[in-house]
């Protein structure tokens, strides 16, 4: 076509805004690209989750959204999201930690114990916070500086608190014990129908969050879980950057402990045996990679209030104890499953049934 110079004006106009339509474009795409690399597919699929049991539960169980009901899950849901983020610290390190339950009784069984009438509460909860470190840290140095295996160790040191535990209420934790009235009246406030317990993890989730994307010792959890040896190379002080994420999972499992206690207010010891596999399913349905590298804070908190709006809804619905966890079980496998197709596609599980199917070589 001939362009005429009555066009020319036309012409000059129309090729800003082409540049400009083509850098707005761009500058989408960036961001785009931007969002998928630090919201990676495996990050949405805790989300998804909650959003289509949200549905599921407003027809099959709309009991679970009563006021009383989400006052509970609230509260649960918090302490499992604390108690996560410690494992999930873990994970980012390339370990596991199977203690977590025992750990959580030990400082729930001292609140008990040691918070009765007169007692210092304050002095109560400090002394339940620092027997915790104490022994994630002991899992450190064993995994840590002695290179033991992590699924042994703590799986060890699970059995060696809990036959500690039996031996410590055979003798002198009374069962009829309380936590102290002050921390019963924290744990068991409510704002709206939330528990304060869910609104304090979601301070310790954001705060947490900011240390492991903003500061240098949080890169650096996710540095030596994804390749210690180059982590290393680097200059990054490997068995430190260990020690202190076991002393601050550790603290987490404390304080989700004490929390516990305070919200039931008068616990056994064995109060936090649901959270061993409990807190290791909320890792993998938030997308955390169990061998190790970087994990988002907030699928971890929005997988932990999954699984207990999960358990309510199910408990509401009839379901024995049993049955709830086979099917939490189930939910870990489906979500594992979609976050794989989800992050590599169908091709990675067609590449899984042709190994399968492959001749072993010699055999």
């Given amino acids: 076509m001939k362009v005429t110079r009555w066009d020319l004006p036309r012409v000059a106009v129309d090729a800003p805004s082409a540049d400009a339509a083509a850098v707005a474009a761009a500058e989408r795409a960036g961001r785009l690209t931007d969002l998928k690399y630090r919201w990676p597919a495996r990050y949405r699929a805790s989300w998804a989750a909650f959003l289509m049991l949200a549905a599921v539960v407003l027809f099959a169980a709309p009991r679970t959204l009563s006021s009383a009901s989400l006052e509970m899950v609230t509260a649960l849901a918090g302490v499992l999201a604390i108690a996560a983020i410690g494992q999930m610290l873990i994970i980012m390190l390339g370990s ?26 304050p002095t109560v909860i400090a002394f339940a916070l620092v027997v915790p470190v104490v022994f994630s840290v002991v899992n ?7 290179r033991l295996n992590a699924l042994i160790v703590t799986l060890a040191t699970f059995g060696m608190i809990s036959g500690g535990i039996t031996l410590w209420t055979s003798v002198s934790l009374s069962v009829s014990g309380q936590a102290p009235q002050s921390l019963q009246d924290f744990a068991q406030k ?38 210690r040896r180059s982590a290393r190379a680097l200059g990054i002080r490997v068995t430190a950057v260990e020690l202190s994420t076991y002393a601050f999972a550790g603290l987490l499992y404390g304080i989700a402990g004490v929390l516990l206690a305070g919200y039931i207010g008068t616990p056994d010891v064995y109060a936090g045996a649901p959270y061993q596999m409990a807190t290791i399913t909320a890792a993998g349905i938030a997308g955390v990679i169990f061998t190790g590298g970087p994990a988002s804070v907030a699928s971890v908190v929005i997988a932990a209030f999954f699984l207990q709006f999960l358990d309510q809804a199910l408990s509401l619905m ?12 189930l939910a870990l496998v489906v979500a594992v499953a979609a976050i794989t197709l989800g992050q590599y596609g169908a091709s990675s599980f067609r590449r899984g049934f042709k ?3 492959r001749p072993v070589a010699g055999g």
Avoid: C, E
């Fill in 96 to 121: 596991i930690d199977l203690s977590v339950s025992a750990i959580m009784s030990v400082a729930a069984g001292m609140i008990v114990h040691y918070g009765g009438p007169g007692a210092s509460a």
């Fill in 140 to 146: 450190g140095v064993l995994i840590a500086v002695f």
């Fill in 190 to 227: 409510t704002f709206f129908g939330v528990n304060v317990v869910f609104l304090f993890a979601l301070v310790v989730a954001v705060i947490l969050a900011a240390v492991l994307t903003k500061t240098r010792f949080g890169r650096r959890i996710a540095a030596v879980g994804a390749n």
């Fill in 318 to 329: 009839g379901l024995s104890a049993g049955a709830r966890v086979v099917i939490q079980g």
């Fill in 355 to 357: 190994k399968a199917g």
